[in-house]
């Protein structure tokens, strides 16, 4: 389908149509987002005009004032990119040396694929399951309410994602450049520090990536683990805004909204790798 | 960092040659030791609660009651509700995501394929928090100031309660659900068609197949890998639901969004009763087991 | 690459080396909103004032309960007092969470809380209720007032709410009007706590209530339960579409809104209603006590109260602490950071009386004084889920009322063990 010969009005006929379709994905995937975004700078009086507001007709910042000045929603933001990026370095480093050593080396009884295995099953424990454990395994080495438990419990789940995402990477990596440096000196770990990792850069860009997305903005295991302003973060933060009697709804657009910047400023600056590390290494390239 | 010119042997001292040798072990035993150290205690934990009656009185002792828990799923309306939601969002969401992400990619890859930084624009949903998420979705459904009903109403459409209505419930988690999740399966889909070799095509092109055809006997066997790992990916995750059900709906109306993960919370926190709560986490973790070990063996993902 | 990402790993790790656990005198849990912000204002007051250093720590709202059930069950000390809700207090009593406050109060040379605490105030301190011993404190003095538009009612010929019959009357009325677009009442019908708690009060004025003198017996399914069961239908009937997921922001905000007539309500939206920048109906809501039934009517109690754990680390400054912050003085200046009193001298305050943001505070103190605590019982929140569930159903028609009262009735006696 990919080089019939159609027509010159059929295709231009096609190409509006999925112009058209790339519009209408963009409104429907946007609009929520710039929802949020007019929420946050309206008053809450607005926020619920009939009908509704499509544009501040009003404009304030008292949501922004409120969320980052009254309440410390910049000391959970840095929570939250403390973890995410402790959370991310350790999985992407040892999911990378992990991932590459399942796809290149032999082992001993089926290790390899038992091992495999094994890691992708942590990953399927649900959350909810740990947490009365992790509370327990927390409280009795006095770290209930700090960045680091939720480091540790973020890279139950961060790692065997990266290492399953690596490991695929480099299977689909042709073997011989590692061979030809090791023919050329390089020591095995060599071959991979040198010349397996830097072909991998797309593939460690969504790896990352991706950690850092989860990370960022896991929910419940920050809502049992953290109790301090020292210690929560941003997700934590914004459910507060949901209390017995009231939702905060301009609060929490504007702390939702800020929320989405850094990652998605990231995003926008590894967007070459990106979506070319997308594809997880699964396909043969 | 630049590689040597070195001879392998001659290389350091007897650690050095020592950790050539035993790299193998090297590089895979630190994240194998930290996956053991998270997960085997929270796993020996689990096991040992599954067959406990543990009260929430941390004087009284836990109380040895076997297989208990888990005749109790046989009779726990609840629980069962909770399964059929669970299937229901699951099977609905992943598919019309699937369904959706497959055809945009097919649609637009062609015309997308230079414009990354659209392709980046899309991803934003992906990056929002959940929670932000499901209370953005939650203006949006509102029945009497939300955008929705408004614009239904512009329409000349009836409006709806939404998230508030016993029918529609499920639906408008599941559209939160596909709105934020679609774009990664459409952002996977065109990382597999843009590795697509093309010369099977033009092999096919030769033979006249219809372009029907081609898409059945070349592209979807040579995108099954990425399929395959998506729809995991997603099922793993749709399993395990949470955030949007908690502030969407908290599992109503008349319990028809209550889904698994939700009624572990409460049964875990709310009625502090850890051991059953155990025993269904148990029952979901097979689930998940069994389901992705067969899925993973027809879609050849394990040797 | 890697050595970028070593060197972002060494960063977060020295940062969070840093980051040792604070340590203070005493800890408190408070939910985040309103009562938690007027407490961890008192404590930072306080630790000026003695010199002592209280640290608050903080839930969402959502997600209180459950720390303290976890904190208390595990015996972690993380916090040495938890400001709670009062339908937690069986739960955290009874399974030995909480300590008994006994000692403490004879060691300060008293009997208990003082005479000018509201009585229901102090009641639902006591566990078993209103005759054991003292588990806690009242700290803000919630209880659910009934909040409705005068001048619409009047419209349609109905002077006063006084009961269920006139509400019902007039919002039938306003909603036929309305046209789809103006409702004559509105509740909470989320599924769980929320609907729970708007039909008790209902439940109550009917004479129903969930168990018999003394916890004997279930006693939903009856006569009374039946006749507050087609009440809240008849209720349901005219409220606006989608309450099925409604909660107490909804049902505020449809007030403020101008959309709906009448509610059941917490008296936290009285500052809502009176703010310009949050509500189009300012000085246009009128408060009372909630309408009778075929009994006089009844408003759920809403306290927040401080407890100590049982396990915490420092309990006699944690006491000290609980009773300097509800000395009268210390109530007052609650009540003007926006938190309900919970003493009669506060409540009639001139000070505060002459005040406009104040002036639903005789109502408010009638509705304590009138008001039911939610069933005491351990297992409060199962039961309430369940019997929520069973509610949600018969508010969405996907059973019948009578369905529902059997359900909830067969569902509250497994929960309890009592038939």
Known sequence: MRFKKRSRSRETLLRLAAYGTILVALILTLFPVYWIAANSFKFDIDIFAVPPEWVPRNPTLKHYEQAFIERPFLRYALNSFLVAVGTTAIAVIFGTMAGYALARFTYPWQWRKHVSFWILSTRMMPPIVSIIPLYLFFNYFDMLNTKAALIIAYTAFNLPFATWMMKSYFQDLPVELEEAAIVDGDTRWGAFLHVALPLARPGLAATAIFCLIISWNEFLLALVITLTEQSQTLPIGIAGRVTQYTTYWGEISAAGFMACVPIVIFAFIVQKHLVRGLSLGAVKG | ?303 | MLRKMSLALAVATAVLAVNASAWADITILVPSGSEGDGLRAAAADYAKLKGTKVEIVQAPYANVFEQGANAGATRSGVFDIILMDDPWIPFFAENGHLEDLTTYFKNAGVEGPDDDFLSKSRAICRNPYNEGPYVCLPYVGNAQMFFYDAAKFKEVGVESPDNWDNVLKAAKALTEQGGGRYFGYVFRGGQGNPVVADFMPIFWSYGADMFDQGRTKVTIDTPEGAEAMKMFMALRDVSPKGVESYNANEVGTAMAAGTAASSINWPNWVATFEDPSQSRMVGKISYSPIPDGTKPGSSEIGHWTMGIMSAAKNKQEAFDFMMWATSPEQIKISAERGNPPVRRSVFTDPELAKQEKFRHYPVLMEAIEASTPRPRHPKWPEIENAFGIELSKAVAGTITPEEALKNSQAAVEQITGLK
């Open chain 2, 1 to 303: 960092m630049k590689g040597t010119s070195a001879a392998p042997l001659e290389i350091g001292g007897w650690f050095e040659q020592w950790a050539e040798r035993r790299l193998r072990y090297l590089m895979l035993a630190p994240a194998v030791l930290i996956l053991l150290a998270l997960t085997i205690f929270p796993s020996l934990y689990m096991f040992y609660a599954a067959v406990h009656r543990i009260s929430p009185n941390p004087d009284l002792p836990w109380q040895f009651v076997g297989a208990a828990n888990f005749t109790r799923l046989l009779s726990d309306g609840q629980f069962q509700v909770a399964l059929r939601n669970t299937a229901i969002f699951t099977v609905v969401a992943v598919s019309v995501e699937f369904l959706f992400g497959l055809g945009l990619a097919l649609l637009l890859d062609k015309y997308i394929r230079r414009l990354t930084f659209l392709k980046t624009v899309l991803m934003v949903p992906m990056m929002l928090p959940p929670i932000a998420v499901a209370i953005t979705w939650k203006l949006i459904y509102e029945p009497q100031f939300g955008v929705l009903n408004e614009i239904m109403f512009r329409l000349g459409l009836p409006t709806q309660a939404w998230a508030g209505d016993v029918d529609l419930a499920m639906f408008s988690i599941i559209v939160a659900d596909v709105w934020q999740w679609t774009p990664f399966i459409f952002l996977l889909m065109l990382a597999g068609l843009a590795s697509l070799p093309i010369e099977p095509y033009e092999a096919a092109e030769l033979d006249g197949a219809s372009s029907w055809r081609q898409f059945w006997d070349l592209t979807i066997p040579f995108l099954k890998p990425v399929i395959a790992i998506a729809l995991l990916l997603r099922v793993m995750d749709a399993l395990r639901l949470f955030d949007l059900v908690f502030i969407l709906t908290g599992g109503g109306p008349a319990d028809r969004t209550k889904v698994l993960s939700l009624y572990i919370y409460q049964v875990a926190y709310r009625f502090a009763d850890p051991g059953y709560a155990a025993a269904i986490s148990l029952f979901v973790l097979l689930v998940t087991i069994v389901l992705s070990t067969w899925f993973m063996k027809r879609m050849r993902l394990v040797e």
